[in-house]
């Protein structure tokens, strides 16, 4: 079993950046591929990027691609999400999910509480 814990969201302006941070716990978090997804209000929950648990993949829907980066450091149990050129559409809450790699949420077992990013026009 593992436990996520997001931070980093607040309150940026369209063009800023931000890095999320995914912090896991318990000793299989090598044994997990982490996914980044977000959701807005109103909206469904949507795939942002996800890397394996060997860090050898990562995935990103062509939405996000050139924008956002996934990366994990296994000396911190963590995963990052590296957001550039951030737009008002990007605005939603950001959770991060532990399981195996793939764009649908049902593939994942363990989920984060979220962090709110806003981003302001």
């Known amino acids: 079993q593992v436990q996520l814990v997001e931070s980093g969201g607040g309150l940026v302006q369209a063009g800023d950046s931000l890095r999320l941070s995914c912090a896991a716990s318990?000793?299989?978090?090598?044994?997990?591929?982490i996914a980044w997804f977000r959701q807005a209000p109103g909206k469904e929950r949507e795939f942002v990027a996800g890397?394996?648990?060997?860090?050898?993949?990562?995935y990103y829907p062509d939405s996000m691609k050139g924008r956002f980066t996934i990366s994990r450091e296994y000396a911190k149990n963590t995963v990052y999400l590296q957001m550039n050129s951030l737009r008002p559409e990007d605005t939603a809450v950001y959770y991060c999910?532990?399981?195996?790699?793939?764009?649908?949420?049902?593939?994942?077992?363990?989920w984060g509480q979220g962090t709110q990013v806003t981003v302001s026009s």
């Open positions: 999910a532990a399981g195996v790699l793939s764009a649908g949420a049902s593939s994942y077992n363990y």
């Open positions: 318990g000793r299989a978090f090598s044994t997990y591929a």
């Open positions: 890397i394996s648990r060997l860090s050898t993949t990562t």
